[in-house]
């Protein structure tokens, strides 16, 4: 059993690390308050390598998978955590296509989502269907005229889709077999019968733009099915295996970013004559702190390790994502209580880390979703 990372791995987070301290410490603060996407920033990330983890050179991407996916979105999100979604979220996109389109919507779709700097985006949730995924309503019939799938339905909440280019859209191909009748189809920016509706006021994660997306009478050529038809929630799913890993190195890295600050304002916080360090109580929230994160840290890993081996990973997936996202807002909880009122000021960062640490115990799956997902893993259905 080996624990450490590969040479290679370490320089790749001494860069990332780089990059976040950088590039989106700088402008983190900013882009929360403005509530805007760091366009700048994600072509930054494009330029390096970033936006094409898990796509072989050969179609743009950096290569790497889901351990380098892990390193670089907790590494941001120990300081921006918008910018750790926009990351991670985009890379659902790519590497779905990569794994299963066909080799023209590769060529098509790969190079602009890895070097070219495009945002990709993963469209599931509908008003109606969140938790319950399944009862999605959008529908994508084929016209067989034309040879073309007409769209149409309401998909809400989706990470950076005011932004994105290119969509992985689930939608009913065969509405009368429900769940079993879902495809995914990729539908471009721009395309005809498809706009942008309401781009959501949230709590946190401000620099990342969820959107609602509507359909109506949108039509895309029969070839921008992606995998088979009838299997897009098995494709969901699958997919959202992977992204539940990177909302875990999200929630990691927030939780060291918030020890990070914690630990430095210990020791230069003077009461009663002396650092606060000094102080027992304090000591004791920072020791938990700590015990807490690296036991997240090393489950998001394992889960990371599975999926790179090629083992069924599900289970643990949702198990990192569980533990690190209720850990993070923990963590975020008492880093607050150890700044104290500095720490509820907006001039200090812990504010906004605080309110962005919510976010993920919801998205990518609820906690209780994720206690369905182990619970039937662990004791059957
Ligand atoms: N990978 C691949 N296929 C999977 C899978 C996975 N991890 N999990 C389930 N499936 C497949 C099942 O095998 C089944 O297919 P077959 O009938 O071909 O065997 C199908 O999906 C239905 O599975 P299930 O009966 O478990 O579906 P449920 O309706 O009970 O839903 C939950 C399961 C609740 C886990 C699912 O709806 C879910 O994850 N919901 C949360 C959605 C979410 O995370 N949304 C976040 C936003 S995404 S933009």
Redesign the pocket.
Known sequence: MDFSLTREQEMFQKMCRQFAENELEPVAAEVDRTHSFPEENFKKMAAVGLTGIGVPEAYGGSGGGPVEKVIAVSEFARHCLASAAILSIHLICPQTIYHLGTEAQKEKYLRKLTEGGCLGA????EPNA??????ASTTAILDKETNEYVLNGT?C???GGSRAEVFII?ALTNPAKG??GMSAILVEKGTPGFSIGKIEEKMGLGGSETAELIFEDCRVPAENLLGAEG?G??????A??G??IGVGAQAIGIAEGAIDLSVKYVHERVQFGKPIAVLQGIQWYIADMATKTEAAKWLVYYAAYLEEAGKPF?KE?AMCKLNASENARFVTNLAMQIHGGYGYMKDYPLERMYRDAKITEI????SE?HK??IS?AVIG?
């Open positions: 993963f469209a599931l949730t969140g938790s319950d995924a399944g009862s998909k909440f989706i990470s689930f769940l079993k299997k929630f098995n494709i969901a799913m699958a959202l295996d992204a539940r599900s997936a998205y990518e799956g609820t979703i369905v997902v039937r259905k």
